[in-house]
């Protein structure tokens, strides 16, 4: 059973950073892409940013210039940076990770941009 699980969600003021972490159980090389999503009150859940298995990156027009994602083969792990945080930045995130045949979810971490 593959599993993903994030971390480093959590409450930050405006204008500030976090880093969020998606780990997996099995080799990321494995899948085509990994991508975050997010889920804010009220709202349906987004694509935020895709990170293909070579590498390229692509965002949301909302998180350009604030938010890059990584990844680090060798951890099984990959990153969303986030800057220059925003209160509509609140969301739960999501990490997901797709194959050609199969995807598969993290549970989310919270993340709150209040001052």
């Known amino acids: 059973q593959v599993q993903l699980v994030e971390s480093g969600g959590g409450l930050v003021q405006p204008g500030g950073s976090l880093r969020l972490s998606c780990v997996a159980s099995i080799s990321i090389s494995s899948f085509v892409n990994m991508n975050w999503y997010r889920q804010g009150p009220g709202k349906q859940r987004e694509l935020v940013a895709i990170i293909s298995n070579r590498g390229s990156t692509n965002y949301v027009d909302s998180v350009k210039g604030r938010f890059t994602i990584s990844r680090e083969n060798a951890k099984n792990t990959v990153y969303l940076q986030m800057n220059s945080l925003k209160p509509e930045d609140t969301a739960v995130y999501y990490c997901?990770?797709?194959?050609?045949?199969?995807?598969?979810w993290g549970q989310g971490t919270q993340v709150t941009v209040s001052s």
């Open positions: 997901y990770a797709g194959t050609i045949s199969r995807t598969y």
